[in-house]
């Protein structure tokens, strides 16, 4: 076979705009996960709630579950879509609305571990407060796939899957952890890892709308 020929074999197999939404349905999917408010708040206090009892009590599958619903990938996603098409006003929402759900998450989490009787640090919470070069690598792959999920015209599963592997929830709530034990290491541990994910989710999803 042909070099050339060959060559667009390829391209065709690995080209994305074959199955690519409209721009103005991936504009749609972007703004409408920004806001917190409704059915996306009362989704995000229940992760919240998932989430620190799943660390409280070292289950995986529990904080898996939390994972799943919890909607933070929204304005994080938005903020990369934002900076993509220079849409400032976008950015801002995204920025407040990212910041308000962090801060409601850790209000909540720390005001959990206050109160549980269950105070010892298990496997799944210690996890969360060594950051490394691997999670940067987790965060901008994931993003990466899940940019290609929520711009394809018939949803696929690859956002929950990004969801599981980037993991935004269970910092917060292990950040909330370490202000209700008084641990200024594991909450600045546990923040570090929301805020790389955070970073690199936004930059892969600029990078595929770039």
């Known amino acids: 076979m042909p070099y050339r020929a060959l060559r667009l074999r390829l391209f065709r197999r690995f080209d994305l705009r074959h199955d690519q939404a409209d721009t103005a349905e ?15 708040l009362w989704v995000l206090m229940f992760a919240i ?23 933070l990938m929204g304005p994080i996603m938005a903020l990369g879509y ?5 849409d400032s006003a976008l950015m801002r929402s995204s920025l407040f ?9 850790l209000i909540a989490s720390t005001l959990y571990f206050l109160v549980t009787p269950l105070t010892l640090a298990h496997s799944e919470l ?12 987790i965060a901008l792959f994931g993003g990466l796939a899940g940019v290609i999920g929520a711009t394809r015209r ?15 929830m269970p910092p917060l709530c292990t950040a ?35």
């Open 49 to 71: 709630v998932i989430a620190s009892i799943g660390l409280n009590v070292n289950s995986t599958a529990v904080i898996i579950g939390a994972m799943l619903i919890s909607p």
């Open 26 to 40: 991936i504009d749609a999917t972007f703004r409408g996960g920004v806001e917190f408010r409704g059915t996306n």
């Open 176 to 210: 909330g952890y370490g202000l209700a034990t008084g641990n200024l290491s594991y909450f600045l541990g546990a923040f570090y890892l929301f805020a790389i994910n955070s970073v690199f989710i936004a930059i892969a999803t600029l990078m595929m709308v770039r």
């Open 126 to 137: 210690l996890a969360r407060t060594t950051p490394s070069i691997w999670d940067v690598l």
């Open 154 to 168: 018939i949803k696929s599963n690859l956002v929950p899957g990004v969801a599981i592997a980037t993991a935004l």
């Open 82 to 86: 934002g900076a993509g098409i220079n």
């Open 97 to 105: 609305n990212l910041g308000l759900a962090a801060l409601i998450s």
